[in-house]
């Protein structure tokens, strides 16, 4: 038998083993992920599913004494009928056609306050003939709208165990482990019961089918005629199946809107039955009167542009002082650990390679718990679908969708946070287009490179005794980034071939308190994915750019010590300039110093010189480097009347001009505003898209810009 008939052709005694795979399914907004985070805490794994960037959750818990489960939350869908990627995995995994995941039961879940709807889905997996526990969440909510349901009666009416629930409250769990515990005893076939006839939909054609693969259910053979191009099955077998599709004229389309509409048949009398529902004008919830103001033509808007005010406010305001304390913390380890270790070759390496990587990595901690905390909080409430739907008119016009607004509103604050969240635009294709530009969205690293700079060639006047000249500007940067990013998005949906179609098709969830247990979950769970997945690849980059600022070629780096080591005993009072000298030369004569050296040519019709260009280089670690590398260049002296500001004031070429005139400062703000400036970013991107190309390709094209633009400003304004 092949491997792909899955359920249907595994021994069933497998169902008596210890450790059961449970498969955890339901509609999107049914309370699936509240359900997962309530049965397995912190025993959580995140990973991908193969071959695809979509999320794969599982947990362990434990059933009874004993007796391990493994949960596999599956991505959301409404139907056994798949169009976006997320929900072709779940589809896979339920019809077998997955290699690695073989659930023993399917735990569903279904929204109480919209049960007609759920049904269909939990009426497919019943004809599947998997065994199944539907799971009732949303009681609270149905209780508010009237409805009453009949959970004994629906129970017999379906022939599946039916357990009410609330995850926010742990009610209603126990008894759905001991009903699992059940059910994986239960003797092979014992939940058989049809939900629908689904032999008559094409008789012939599924007898056909089940002569190839005789485990089959008869509903699962009208998928196998339907889908069966995106199976794993043999060259022969495919062909056989095309020839049965062929011999009995089978139509996939007129099979599947039959199918529907006997579904449905036989929902709307069970929902009659055992089910009481108040009439749909009735009673008017408090999500309907809020939505009133909130998607408002006008008012929605203003109110939005508030919450993402707000929102990016925040990340700010709650980072600054854990981000402040760990670059502390991590200052005085490295100040510690140079006055005790003795000056080697593996101290230097690791303390300013091993050390300084992991800082850069640790420090964006903060801002990636706290960005996706008040994403989780902005999704719970309910409000996140409601942003989605107010810009995806203005996203839908360069490419994107309403999804796609906060990965980049998240981008100001930075970029890796950003681009994972990227994760819950379903179509590949608006994915794609937000992981590559947004990068273009200012984060909070460049702002010490914008200040700087703007306190050089800016003068510090106020118009109207409120409009601060240096604030316009920077908020000028701002705006470039963010237009560029619309720009560039609305070209690249021209080159990008990607034919899957976009379908904005949005539930607008009711409005909920916060569940603050998903929420610390959700932000231990990304910093956790970022430290130990994108971490791995910055920390070799840092040790990379440790290297090349630490080593030269030949004896270059002695003869500079040497020379450095007789001016100390000529000029022994000056210990401290000279040293602070000898950095400066050693970083000159250094693999990064000749490279600096070596772009210099390319770097000079921007206005920079070779300093300049080994800040680019060393910036590359993290955007804000370029100040502390400006510092080590110009030998700043530790003193209250010499800043580093004064120093590159007074900077100047060899032909004696200002090297940070206001055509070059401007130049170099333009060139931060657009390239691609941090390998963490670069780093997650490959980790996103699995693939070398699309960061490769980023990083081409946003230098590219970056050049050009920055050439065409800095000969404007000379």
Known sequence: MPAVCGYFCKHLADLSKPGLHIALVGNPNSGKTSLFNALTGLNQKVGNFPGVTVDKKTGHLALEEGLEAELIDLPGTYSLY?????????????????????????????????????????????????????????TDIAAKKDIVIDINGLQAELGIPIVAVNPRKNKGLNEVKKVLVQVSRMAPGAQ????????????????????LFPQLSDYAGIHYLINHENFPLTDQEQE????????????????????????????????????????PMEKKMFSDKLDNLLLHQTWGYLILLVVLFLLFQSIFWLAQFPMDGI?????????????????????????????????????????????????????????????????????????????????MISGFACAVPAIMSARNIENKKERLLTILITPLMSCSARLPVYTILISLVVDDKYYFGFLSVQGLVMMALYLMGTVMALIVSYVMKWFIKIKEKSFFI?????????????????????????????????????????????????????????????????????????EKHLSSEKLQNSYAGILGKSIEPVITPLGYDWKIGIALITSFAAREVFVGTMATLYSVEETDDTSLRQKMDAARH??????????????????????????????????????????????????????VLSLIVYQVFS
């Open 240 to 279: 056989i199946v095309e020839q049965i599709e062929i011999d009995n004229r089978f139509n996939p389309t007129k099979t599947q809107a039959e199918e529907i509409m006997q579904r449905y048949t036989r929902i709307r009398q069970i929902m009659q039955k055992h089910v009481v529902e108040p009439g």
């Open 506 to 578: 949005l539930e607008l969830p009711i409005y909920r308190a916060p569940r603050w247990k998903n929420v610390g979950i959700t932000m231990v769970e990304k910093a956790r994915i970022f430290v130990f997945d994108a971490g791995k690849i910055i920390m070799i980059i840092s040790l990379l750019l440790w290297f090349l600022s630490s080593y030269g070629p030949g004896d270059r780096m002695q003869k500079v010590e040497e020379k450095y080591a007789v001016l100390a005993q000529q000029y022994p009072a000056q210990k401290d300039s000279l």
């Open 192 to 211: 058989s019961r049809d939900f629908m006839d689904t032999r008559k939909l094409a008789p012939a054609a599924v007898e056909s089918v089940q002569q």
């Open 327 to 407: 670059e502390w913390l991590f200052t005085q380890t490295s100040s510690w650990l140079n006055q005790h270790l003795p000056q080697t070759w593996w101290s230097d390496l690791f303390i300013n390679g091993l050390v300084a990587g992991l800082s850069g990595i640790v420090v964006f901690i903060p801002q990636i718990m706290i960005l996706f905390g008040l994403i989780t909080i902005l999704e719970d409430t309910g409000y996140m679908a409601r942003i989605s739907f107010l810009s995806d008119k203005l996203m839908r016009k360069v490419g994107l969708n309403g999804k796609s607004v906060m990965p």
């Open 82 to 138: 798949p169009r976006r990627g997320d929900e072709w995995v779940a589809y896979k995994v339920l019809m077998g056609a997955d290699n690695e995941i073989r659930p023993d039961i399917v735990l569903l879940v279904a929204d109480a306050s919209n049960l007609k709807r759920n049904l269909l889905f939990c009426s497919q997996i019943i004809d599947l003939k998997i065994p199944v526990v539907m799971v009732l969440t949303m």
């Open 654 to 707: 060899a032909d004696g001009t200002k090297v940070y005139t206001l055509p070059a400062a401007f130049s170099l703000m333009i060139f931060y505003v657009f390239a691609m400036q941090c390998m963490s970013t670069l780093a997650v991107v490959k980790r996103e898209t699995r693939s070398w190309k699309w960061p490769v390709f980023q990083f081409v094209y946003m230098t590219g810009l970056a050049y």
